[in-house]
Structure formats: C-alpha cells, structure tokens
C-alpha cells in the first residue's frame, strides 16, 4: 500500500490537546473562528481528524454552522450546542452520559467549540471529574490545565463544580 502524502494527512487542529490519551480531545473549531476562519484549513484539520482515527466529533458551538463539512469527508459528529445563556446543568446532564456511551463503545472524541477557552476546557475536566477519573475538583484543574497549558478561569472552575453536583454514571 502506498504512503499518503504529507498533505494527504491533514494538519493538527489548534491547540489540540489529549485529555484522554487516544480516547478523549480537545481543540479549537477546525478552520478557526471568526475572522480567522479559512476554508482550506478547515479542510486540512477535518482530514488529519479523519485520518487519526477519530469516531466522533463532539461540537458545543451554539450554531450548526460548518457540521456538514464532515458528512463531506466522511467523520461522524454530535451538535451539543452550549451557548452562553444555556442552563450548564442541563447541557452537562445530557452530553456526558453520551460521551460516556460512545468512549464505552471504543470511541475516540474530539471536543471542539469555537475557541479553546474555558468552556471547552470546562467541559472536558467537568467529565473526567463526573465520571470519577479524578475526583477533587482541585486535581480535576490541575489536570486540565497541564493538559492544555491553559489556566482555567472561573466559568470553566464553575463547570467543573456543575458537573460535580450532576448525578454520576453510576448513579442512573
């Protein structure tokens, strides 16, 4: 079998970070966001998150904006849109039994919003904590910002301390 080309393999979204070694991710809106969007590397991003094996895309971008690009080249994806006013809890409650289910099956998710700010890093700790991968909210920041080289603010502490209170996978 012949080798892909560099290109043919895509480029590393932005800040990509492993939360969950090859099970668990998180990065920037492939593509960027804003101004800063560019079809191509759209594209370029899509493809590398294709050809790493990666089961599902997870998107908490409050709009549907961009979804179809991966039905175009051929990754499967979620849309938990997770807008400023949205109730955490209620979001939170929701996707992270999902998460669990498709990590349970041998996924490998990628988490993305626009940017990887608080929200997203809130997020991804909110369910290493909930799911009792770490369970002090204090290591539960440390980890998430080792990880991601970003210090968490006070929303994505307040996510952690949401899904601390949401009933656990084990607690129906």
């Known amino acids: 079998m012949a080798m892909k080309g560099k290109w043919a393999q895509g480029i590393t979204p932005r800040h990509f970070s492993w939360i969950i070694k090859d099970k668990l991710a998180v990065c920037?809106?492939?593509g960027g966001y804003g101004h800063n969007h560019r079809k191509v590397r759209r594209q370029e991003?899509?493809?590398?998150?294709?050809?790493q094996g990666f089961t599902r895309v997870v998107s908490l971008i409050a709009?549907?904006?961009?979804?179809?690009?991966?039905?175009?080249?051929?990754?499967?994806?979620?849309?938990?849109?997770?807008a400023a006013h949205d109730e955490p809890a209620r979001v939170l409650?929701?996707?992270?039994?999902?998460?669990?289910?498709?990590?349970?099956?041998g996924?490998?998710?990628?988490?993305?919003?626009?940017?990887?700010?608080?929200r997203v890093c809130g997020v991804a700790a909110g369910y290493l904590h909930w799911a009792g991968l770490i369970t002090s909210s204090p290591d539960?920041?440390?980890?998430?910002?080792?990880?991601?080289t970003r210090q968490l603010g006070p929303a994505g502490r307040e996510l952690i301390s949401v899904a601390a209170r949401l009933p656990g996978p084990t607690q129906g």
């Open 63 to 82: 709009s549907p904006h961009n979804l179809h690009n991966y039905d175009e080249l051929g990754v499967e994806w979620v849309h938990c849109p997770f």
């Open 28 to 30: 920037e809106r492939p």
């Open 140 to 148: 539960t920041i440390n980890a998430i910002e080792r990880l991601t």
């Open 107 to 118: 996924g490998k998710l990628l988490l993305h919003g626009d940017e990887l700010g608080d």
């Open 45 to 51: 991003e899509i493809i590398w998150i294709r050809e």
């Open 93 to 105: 409650g929701a996707l992270y039994p999902q998460m669990r289910a498709m990590l349970a099956d």
